[in-house]
């Protein structure tokens, strides 16, 4: 069956700091991968789609940056974290009609 | 793009009585429209999927039904229980194109 892991838990970074959040998938080959973050009583904000190695969709200027390496990880990326970059981050991997099947999220806080 | 409403106020209701969640669009009339449920802290979970073409979709205690001329689809769960408080997401969805998340709605079973 398909698994996706996703790391750290949660992180603490103050602002101006670098970020590395990594994704993997297990089970599956060629998924469609995503980056969402929700901030706190807020909706899930899609951030980065992938539909293959090196493909990277970008569905909000911003900050961040993303990078799919190899099939099955996914790396969301930045090189100056700001404040408003803080929230809960999520990845996903999508099945037959898109169904989303989601990572266990990274709690991030900048300070 | 899909505006999508969901009750921002917590649904309190008590144990083995019916919930029933609301997600109204207001844009373009998806090819399918999915429930999530998401608990504190954790990824959404997929639970059912609905198209179109379908007015209802069981799935053990959970119904949805989905009626494209209100633009509506609604979510219930029959003989609910303390364990099923949690937040719940729609998620409409044109085609083959990504789903967009409403803000969800809490449900509070109470014992």
Redesign the interface.
């Known amino acids: 069956s398909q698994t996706i892991h996703q790391w750290p838990a949660t992180l603490v970074q103050p602002v101006g700091s670098p970020l590395s959040l990594e994704c993997t998938v297990e089970g599956t080959s060629n998924p469609n991968l995503y980056w969402y973050r929700q901030a706190a009583g807020r909706g899930l904000q899609l951030l980065f789609y992938s539909v293959g190695i090196g493909q990277i969709s970008s569905e909000v200027p911003q900050n961040l940056s993303a990078s799919r390496p190899q099939d099955r990880q996914f790396i969301l990326s930045s090189k100056k974290l700001l404040l408003s970059d803080s929230g809960f981050y999520l990845c996903a991997w999508g099945g037959q009609h898109e169904k989303l099947f989601f990572g266990s999220g990274t709690q991030l806080s900048v300070l | 793009s899909q505006k ?1 409403e969901q009750n921002s106020e917590a649904l309190n209701i008590q144990e083995g009585k019916t919930a029933t969640l609301t997600c109204n669009y207001t844009n373009y009339s998806p090819a ?1 429209l ?1 429930w ?1 449920r998401q608990d504190p ?6 639970l059912l ?1 609905i198209r179109e073409n379908e007015k209802e979709k069981r799935k053990e205690r959970l119904k949805v039904t989905f009626d494209t001329t209100l633009k509506q689809s609604l979510f219930h769960i029959t003989a609910s229980q303390p364990a099923d408080s949690a937040t719940y ?1 729609c ?1 409409p ?1 044109r085609g ?9 709605t809490s449900l509070i079973v109470h014992p």
């Not at chain 2, 083959?96 to 969800?104: E, K, V």
């Open positions: 999508i399918y999915q999530y802290g954790r990824g959404p979970v997929f999927l997401l998620a969805q083959s194109y990504i789903p967009t998340f409403g803000r969800g």
